[in-house]
């Protein structure tokens, strides 16, 4: 894709305002996108996104140029653009950098290009028709399919020459029931960091299309969801997305580096209940967060965030690192060239504990019992976040009375962590995209099923009798 | 090579291939975006990208297929055929008839001729007033300025050539407060005309923080709430796909069939103004020239908002509506400037008139918390509490609850200070708006 010596042209082209530090990142994206909707597919568009970005770096200033094309004049135009924001070029640096080339790339039993549309069709069909077979009261299901493959090359005067290839599919199902003007909706969107064999045995799609159509009449059916300060049970999977929203963005180096986060300066101290370990795996072979190297050219790691209660590290890229004075985790990301990388989440999970699943929400009394969260969002400098209930369950004396809509949870997250009481022994992640500074990038949330001891409910304010 | 000659090759190709149509959307762009942080530069990024989708019809069927590298039409042309045999939906997808459009004057872009050197000063002089405002500013979270050129070109086999330019400047600072242990944010932005307003523009952000300083839950219950231009902007934001007749047609809208009917209070009256001077335009996503109009008329649904499949299907015209997302994206649907129209009111009136209630200055949790097929939202909300027309205290930690169509229906009074939120997939702007009861769940 790049001639090494191209490669040394254009880092020394980058360094001339005095640079400490430079890094070409090279993108070549293919992907294809299906719609099906009542079982029709409804569109169909492939998209090639294809750039480059030069970043360069003096102490702690970053400076980013990027270009749609990728050829050796618009490599050092670019490169004279990113040099230029950190002053004039009047250095001229010299030396070549020794590189170590490495080749990365997730195996792919079924790559994208060795299937054809109807092979995604057919997948999309058999979702679309488990779903809509759950009940009568469906009267629309939607599915989109996407599959992905990113092709970078990532180049630093650190000596990184370092080629990966990094697959990746999903498959979203979105069922809508309707009764008497009102309507809800059930989804359910799986996916993995692998080729089209992920359907094989990783994603049950059926399964999914069921899950979708359930969780849409079940809500139809379900009154609004009671207000107030009680116990909460949030599952597994997407209820990770507390941890994820309300804890992890603010352990990036984007918020801690900065200093815009609660848990600055909190390093070997109790931030959670005991019973609280967490961590951020980029390593798990074929997980939808999962990375080879960062965006940076460092592989991924398991990163112990949090154990049993103790904060224990952060996520730090290498801008984070140097703000920080602490080494990086291999957590640098960007959705592609049109963005400078800094440090995210990869799998980022509450590890299992000891508690009976059952047990949390019989001795729970009064409260909600969240089965799937949605998406929420949080304000690092404060802590304060917001997420919503997309099936939840309302509690009286520790048994389940009535599945309730509506529902959100607000709070701090640093309030919320020590609140934990209970972690059970099961813990299971669930897909997202995660939009910050450096873009939407694909990342698991996970948990086992946990129970916290207070939230704000809010909603409209039913009442279950 | 160049977007006429990608044209030429992909139309003449596809023409072989048996298509019996083909079109060609080219975006081209240049951005600028700079960052200060303590009075250093500490983001800086520029930009040069352009891409093509190219939509061909085959069999009367669509496919799509995009990419940057604008070397390979024919490759491109294959993609799009594999991608519209795939098609199973019957309905129709006309491209746009070769036409004329009116001359629109250009938004006013405050940063366009200004230099990289006087946009970084720009950068630095607001997170500076932003640090002076006020002793309890602790830092600045976010200090930007963004300068955006785009251009656009769709050409298609009916003989349609649509061009334009456009430029977007931006500013906008987030400084974070401190008062004891509490930390509070505030945000202000500026843009079009006004981007070079850096001080103004910190202050407002700084007061935006200090307001919410003490702010605590009320007590649960329904309240008569004043929501601010913005907050209501971001409702209308999160349902307007509520609006568009492609959901409808899909039944993903409680608005479909609707027109003509009375849908909201009759004091609302709701414009999609694409000639409107924030971000003017003469023609949609597929080249169909726009204009103004009303999509509620004093509380009646108008109209829902057509591209040339969906008006194709409704057996109506289309509203000009059709929209990419981004050059990548198929053609969909979306406002291109929507604007409650204000009321007489100022906003100290609005406040008078409230007199027991809430004003709602910010809502969170926009990605998640609404759900635009049910009309239902429940999200975190802080403003003010009022007691007998005059403001009591800052309200934090509360949630806001209820449904759009509900809500719409509930109107009393429009304020005068009709205001633009930040652009996404289209503009919005709306004046302040008192809304008789909402859910309020706090302590």
Redesign the interface.
Same mark, same amino acid.
């Given at each position: 894709m790049i001639k090494e010596s191209t490669a040394q042209a254009v880092l020394l082209e980058a360094q001339k305002s005095g640079a400490d530090y430079a890094e070409i990142f090279l993108e070549d994206k293919e992907s294809t996108q299906?719609e099906m909707?009542d079982?029709?597919?409804?569109?169909?568009?492939?998209?090639?996104?294809?750039?480059a970005g030069v970043r360069v770096l003096r102490g702690?200033?970053? #400076?980013?140029?990027?270009?749609?094309?990728i050829g050796e004049q618009a490599l050092m135009e670019t490169a004279r653009?990113?040099a #230029?924001?950190l002053g004039e070029a009047k250095y001229s640096p010299s030396g070549e950098v020794t590189f170590a080339a490495k080749r990365y790339g997730t195996k792919m039993e079924r790559p994208f290009d060795s299937i054809?549309? &109807?092979d995604?069709?057919a997948l999309m069909r058999e979702g679309a028709l488990a779903a809509k077979g759950v009940s009568g009261e469906l009267?629309?299901v939607?599915v989109r399919y996407i599959d992905v493959l990113q092709r970078v090359t990532i180049i630093s005067t650190d000596g990184v020459f370092s080629f990966d290839e990094r697959p990746r599919t999903r498959i979203f199902i979105q069922a809508?029931a309707?009764k008497d003007?009102? &309507?809800?909706?059930g989804y359910h969107g799986p996916g993995c960091g692998l080729g089209f064999e992920a359907y094989k045995d990783r994603i049950d799609v059926a399964q999914a299309g069921r899950t979708a159509g359930n969780m849409a009449v079940t809500m139809l059916h379900a009154p609004e969801c009671p207000?107030? %300060?009680l116990p909460v049970v949030i599952d597994g999977g997407f209820g990770g997305v507390i941890f994820h929203e309300a804890c992890g963005h603010s352990l990036e180096a984007t918020a801690v580096g900065?200093?815009?986060s609660v848990f600055c300066g909190k390093l070997g101290m109790k931030i959670a209940a005991d019973c609280v370990s967490a961590v951020d795996d980029g390593t798990l072979p074929g997980e939808w967060g999962s990375i080879n190297i960062d965006d940076e050219g460092m592989p991924g790691q398991r990163n112990l965030l949090i154990e049993n209660g103790v904060l224990k590290g952060y996520l730090i890229d290498k801008l984070g690192s140097r703000r920080m004075g602490m080494p990086a985790t291999g957590s640098s990301r960007r959705q592609g060239y049109?963005f #400078?990388p800094t440090s995210r989440m990869t799998n980022t999970f509450i590890c299992e504990g000891g508690d009976d699943e059952e047990e949390m929400i019989a001795s729970m009394g009064e409260g909600l019992y969240a089965k799937k969260m949605?998406?929420?969002?949080v304000?690092p400098?404060?802590g304060?976040f917001? %997420?919503?209930v997309n099936e939840g369950y309302w509690v009286k004396n520790g048994k389940i009375v009535s599945p309730v809509?509506?529902?959100?949870l607000?709070g701090k997250g640093s309030e919320i962590l020590k609140k934990i009481d209970r972690v059970g022994p099961r813990m299971w992640m669930a897909p997202g995209m995660c939009g910050s500074l450096s873009g939407s990038v694909p990342t698991n949330v996970g948990q086992p099923r946990i129970r916290v001891s207070g939230i704000?409910?809010?909603?409209?304010?039913g009442a279950i009798e | 090579m160049t977007n006429t000659d990608f044209f030429k090759k992909a139309s003449e190709y596809a023409r072989k291939a048996g298509c019996d149509g083909c079109e060609t959307f080219f975006a081209a762009g240049e951005s600028f975006e700079?960052n200060a942080?303590a009075g250093?530069?500490?983001? @800086?990024? !520029?930009?040069?990208?352009?891409?093509v989708s190219v939509r061909i019809s085959f069999g009367g069927r =669509?496919? @799509?297929? @995009?990419?940057?590298?604008i070397d390979e039409p024919e490759k491109l042309v294959d993609?799009?055929i594999?991608?519209?045999?795939?098609?199973?939906?019957d309905d129709p997808h006309p491209m746009q008839k070769k036409c004329a459009y009116q001359t629109i004057a250009p938004g006013k872009s405050a940063l366009a001729d200004k230099d990289?050197q006087a946009r970084i000063s720009l950068a630095r002089r607001m997170e500076q007033a932003a640090m002076e405002a006020d002793e309890r500013v602790q830092?600045v !979270?976010y200090c930007s300025v963004i300068c955006e050129a785009g251009r656009v070109a769709i050409r298609n086999t009916n003989g349609l050539l649509a061009e334009r330019s456009s430029d977007l400047s931006l500013i906008f600072v987030m400084p974070?407060v401190k008062d004891g242990e509490e930390? =509070? *944010?505030g945000i202000a932005f500026r843009m079009g005309a006004d981007a070079a307003d850096a001080e103004g523009c910190a202050r407002e952000a700084v007061q935006d923080a200090l307001d919410k300083l003490g702010g605590t839950?009320v007590a649960?219950g329904t309240y008569r709430v004043l929501f601010k231009p913005f907050a209501f902007c971001d409702l209308m934001t999160a349902f307007a796909p509520m609006f568009s007749a492609d959901e409808a047609q899909?039944?993903?809208s409680?608005l479909a069939g609707k027109e003509g009917q009375r849908i909201a209070s009759e004091i609302v009256t709701l414009t999609d103004d694409p000639f409107d001077p924030v971000a003017p335009r003469a023609f949609d996503g597929e080249g169909t020239p726009c204009a103004p109009k009303s999509v509620i008329e004093n509380g009646v649904l108008k109209t829902l908002l057509h591209n040339l499949k969906t008006a194709a299907k409704a057996g109506v015209k289309s509203t000009g509506n059709g929209s990419r997302r981004s050059a990548?994206?198929?053609v969909g649907v979306a406002p291109a400037v929507f604007r409650i129209e204000p009321g007489g009111i100022p906003f100290d009136g609005m406040v008078k008139r409230l007199g027991n209630g809430l004003i709602v200055t910010e809502l969170?949790?926009l990605?998640?918390?609404v759900?635009a097929?049910?009309g239902?939202f429940?999200?975190?909300a802080a403003g003010f509490l009022v007691e007998n027309g005059v403001v009591v205290r800052p309200v934090s930690? !509360?949630?806001a609850?209820?449904n759009f169509i509900e809500l719409m229906k509930n109107v009393s009074a429009l304020g005068s200070d009709l205001q633009y939120a930040l652009p996404q997939n289209g503009y919005y702007a709306a004046p302040s708006v008192l809304v008789e009861k909402l *859910?309020i769940?706090?302590?």
């Open positions: 299906i909707l079982g029709k597919v409804e569109s169909a568009n492939y998209t090639r996104s294809c750039g702690t200033q970053s #400076a980013y140029a990027y270009c749609a094309d653009a990113a #230029a924001a054809g549309n &109807a995604r069709v009267t629309q939607m809508i309707m003007g009102e &309507a809800q909706t207000a107030g %300060f900065r200093d815009n049109t #400078a949605g998406g929420g969002s304000n400098p404060t304060e917001n %997420f919503s809509r509506g529902a959100t607000i704000t409910i809010g909603g409209k304010g | 700079v942080n250093e530069i500490d983001r @800086y990024s !520029v930009s040069r990208d352009a891409g =669509q496919g @799509y297929a @995009y990419t940057e590298r993609r799009a594999d991608n519209a045999k795939c098609i199973e939906s990289e830092r !979270v974070s930390v =509070q *944010t839950p649960s899909r039944g993903r409680l990548a994206s198929t969170e949790g990605h998640a918390g759900d097929v049910s239902d429940s999200l975190k930690g !509360v949630t609850a209820g *859910t769940a706090g302590n």
